[in-house]
T-cell receptor, first 114, second 112 residues
Framework: KNQVEQSPQSLIILEGKNCTLQCNYTVSPFSNLRWYKQDTGRGPVSLTI?????NTKSNGRYTATLDADTKQSSLHITASQLSDSASYICVVSAGLGGSYIPTFGRGTSLIVHP | DADVTQTPRNRITKTGKRIMLECSQT?????MYWYRQDPGLGLRLIYY???????NKGEISDGYSVSRQAQAKFSLSLESAIPNQTALYFC???????????FGPGTRLTVL
């Protein structure tokens, strides 16, 4: 069964600090992995996509990494801001021969305090 | 203007009532999805449709039904609402397998 596990479940940090969120998956065959940001009361919005051949991708202060061998991804947030407070969801899609429905993690809730 | 819209945004209803949540999109995508979100459980798939004549059950379809009236419209119905269907409901669209999903603003449903 395809699964996506995220850790930690929640995280509180001070403004300006860095943090790293983790995602482990067992989706097969792997097609891509996305990180979504969901602000409270809103729908998720895609931050970044990682394909099999990519190890690192940045989007401003967000940097995603992918290790396809260990089936792990991380999302690193640099110099956090209050607006980074949100839920971050890891979503993995299967490739040809697998389910065409993406598998969602339960998310990591990040709170940034001033 | 929003690309994916949902109506209503908030709804309070009573046990046993029939409820319809509507989703419209202007992105021209063929694929549409309905999810529910509960605290601590993340987003769970209720139904999905890959084109107008295609309807598929997700992992938690019991108690729900859907209708794909057109490429741009996908409605979710609760035939007889029960309190444990209280949740935040999201509609999403995409234009292909593995492609980015675009979410609506959500409908907060409370069943008393």
């Amino acid at each position: 069964k395809n699964q996506v596990e995220q850790s930690p479940q929640s995280l509180i940090i001070l403004e300006g600090k860095n943090c790293t969120l983790q995602c482990n998956y067992t989706v097969s065959p792997f097609s891509n992995l996305r990180w979504y940001k969901q602000d409270t009361g809103r729908g998720p919005v895609s931050l970044t996509i990682m394909t099999f051949s990519e190890n690192t991708k940045s989007n401003g202060r967000y940097t995603a990494t992918l290790d396809a061998d260990t089936k792990q991804s991380s999302l690193h947030i640099t110099a956090s801001q209050l607006s980074d407070s949100a839920s971050y969801i890891c979503v993995v899609s299967a490739g040809l021969g697998g389910s065409y429905i993406p598998t969602f993690g339960r998310g990591t809730s990040l709170i940034v305090h001033p | 203007d929003a690309d994916v819209t949902q109506t209503p945004r908030n709804r309070i209803t009573k046990t046993g009532k029939r409820i319809m949540l509507e989703c419209s999109q202007t992105k021209g995508h063929d694929r549409m999805y309905w999810y529910r979100q509960d605290p601590g459980l993340g987003l769970r798939l209720i139904y999905y449709s890959f084109d107008v004549k295609d309807i598929n059950k997700g992992e938690i379809s019991d108690g729900y039904s859907v209708s794909r009236q057109a490429q741009a419209k996908f409605s979710l119905s609760l035939e007889s609402a029960i309190p444990n269907q209280t949740a935040l409901y999201f509609c999403a669209t995409s234009d292909g397998p593995g492609n980015e999903q675009f979410f609506g603003p959500g409908t907060r449903l409370t069943v008393l």
